[in-house]
């Protein structure tokens, strides 16, 4: 498998005869000029950054590439990026600049023109799915100067300028000439790194020079390599620079191999989705979980202190809420839920299941190790009568159970991710009711969901957000497990790496051969 890997990822398609002599001098001038990154997971949307998903795990294959409205940090602070300046002209209406600089690869510029464009394109029948518009609502935009766009919101939108982390600057021209299925393959955008090819296995790019925020590499791969054990043999053999999703037991691997096993805290919660939504009609309409005493007793039955002390290595911590500390919102007083399965078995029987019963989780395990995490979760639900059979999907088939609502199951693993946008409320744009996707709506959390949303006194926002985390926790709105962290497989031959909370410094790294 190694082998073939380096194949793949060091030479491509060899066209021809080539001599010993000409592969090592191919194999040389890689490594010293290519950026080489190993990714768990495909962008399913390839390019296109306006389909139907968006942000995690593409952002991956998107940031070195593309030019996001505004960057967010490390802090959750709100950074110009594509856009330079915004305004709050009154509590619907924004003003927001780009910059001037902003070159594709077509040599086009970007303006206010293309930004509006592109907003026409997510206003029409074929863009309005697109999942970047899934929490947006505009009643109007419209171009003020060359470079300056007004937005209206249907109502005040507390969040509007960090939901713009999520929105990408791309040549609307080129979009419209290509057409989505060809513009997915070779897109035209603005970043660092210009895409010269895209394909199942990897995605290939070379420095832009008029880009505003030049890369130092001058070449970068990334590579689809959905196996964990393969993501750490590449990264131990100095066949790859950046391998992502490494579990916690390959961190010694990594280090023996003499690269940087880099653990940072993450911009996610490990849970299950408990389903309230009947979507495969086996429960006459009821199903379990949309009854609060048997997600209480889901949440009870699991033992969390010793999956994150044996199992993740003492890496992080369990969690007692849909946020992690670096998310705004974060509520401190919120405890993990205890240790107890007589309490589980308790609710159980009071929701009339004293026997138990039997459900089916569907699932992907795209994450190293998430396997390992399923069973154990499986096992202590067992102990209280929740019996549960774990279903393995890859992970583009359970992205189109979700989008086709065509789940056959009751429940499923889902990372409440953040990024980029850092605020707790936008897991409200799946989890939650009136979505056309979701899976799990509480009603009595609604109005408190909305007042939020349209609260733009930051520090009464984030009363709110703490006191919707306090609701989510009373009603065990989803199976909780432990606050996100990444584990990720760094060469020593590389330099400048950063990462903002899944935000990739592409641009920023250099490699030393």
């Not at 390839?46 to 967010?72: A, C, K, Q, T």
């Not at 949309?290 to 209480?296: G, K, N, P, T, Y």
């Not at 774990?390 to 989008?403: A, D, F």
Request: glycine share 6%.
């Amino acid at each position: 498998m190694l082998k073939r890997f380096s194949y793949l990822l060091m030479l491509g398609s060899v066209v021809g005869t080539l001599t010993a002599a000409d592969i090592q001098r191919v194999r040389a001038q890689d490594a010293k000029e290519t950026l080489r990154v190993a990714m768990y997971q495909q962008a399913t949307p390839r390019g296109n950054v306006y389909g139907l998903n968006f942000v995690w795990p593409h952002m991956y294959w998107w940031e070195g590439s593309y030019d996001s409205f505004v960057r967010i940090d490390d802090k959750a602070q709100v950074l110009p990026f594509a856009a330079e300046k915004w305004e709050l002209i009154n509590q619907t209406t924004h003003r927001v600049t780009f910059r001037k600089d902003l070159t594709f690869w077509s040599d086009r510029k970007n303006d206010a023109a293309n930004i509006v464009k592109a907003f026409d394109y997510l206003h029409s029948e074929a863009g309005k799915t697109a999942g970047i518009m899934r929490n947006m609502k505009l009643a109007s935009f419209k171009a003020v100067d060359t470079h300056t766009v007004e937005f209206v919101t249907a109502h005040p939108d507390a969040l509007f300028i960090p939901k713009l982390a999520a929105f990408y600057v791309i040549d609307m021209a080129a979009f419209a000439e290509m057409g989505v299925a060809n513009f997915s393959v070779k897109p035209v955008a603005s970043g660092p790194f210009k895409i010269t090819g895209w394909t199942d296995q990897e995605q290939t790019s070379t420095a832009f020079d008029k880009s505003w925020r030049p890369a130092k590499a001058k070449h970068m791969r990334i590579v689809n390599v959905p196996e964990g054990a393969t993501r750490l043999a590449a990264i131990a053999a100095g066949e790859v620079d950046i391998a992502f999703n490494l579990a916690p037991d390959d961190i010694p691997r990594v280090q023996a191999a003499g690269h940087i096993a880099a653990v940072e805290g993450a911009p996610f919660v490990a849970s299950i989705a408990l389903f309230t939504e009947d979507f495969a009609n086996k429960w006459g309409g009821k199903p379990p979980f949309a009854d609060r005493r048997v997600r209480l007793a889901a949440n009870y039955a699991i033992n969390r202190d010793v999956m994150v002390k044996d199992y993740l290595k003492g890496l992080t911590r369990p969690s007692g809420q849909m946020a992690s500390p670096s998310i705004l919102g974060y509520n401190p007083n919120i405890k993990p839920y205890p240790y107890d399965p007589a309490k589980a078995k308790q609710l159980l029987a009071e929701a009339g299941y004293p026997n138990g019963l039997d459900l089916l989780m569907e699932t992907s395990t795209i994450i190293s190790g998430a396997s390992d995490i399923l069973q154990i979760v499986a096992a202590d639900l067992a102990k209280v009568g929740i019996n549960v059979t774990v279903n393995v999907v890859p992970g583009p088939t359970r992205t189109k159970l979700w989008t086709e609502k065509s789940w056959k199951g009751d429940m499923s693993s889902f990372a409440m991710s953040y990024s980029p946008m850092m605020d707790v409320s936008v897991q409200f744009a799946v989890y939650g009711c009136g979505h056309f996707n979701t899976f799990t709506c509480i009603p009595a959390l609604n109005d408190l969901v909305v007042a939020q949303e349209r609260e733009m006194d930051p520090r009464k926002r984030v009363g709110l957000l703490q006191e919707l985390m306090q609701r989510t926790h009373d009603e065990g709105f989803a199976l909780l497990l432990y606050e996100g962290f990444d584990v990720t497989g760094v060469s020593k031959r590389v330099k400048g790496y950063k990462n903002w909370n899944k935000v990739i410094h592409y641009e920023n790294m250099s490699v030393d051969g």
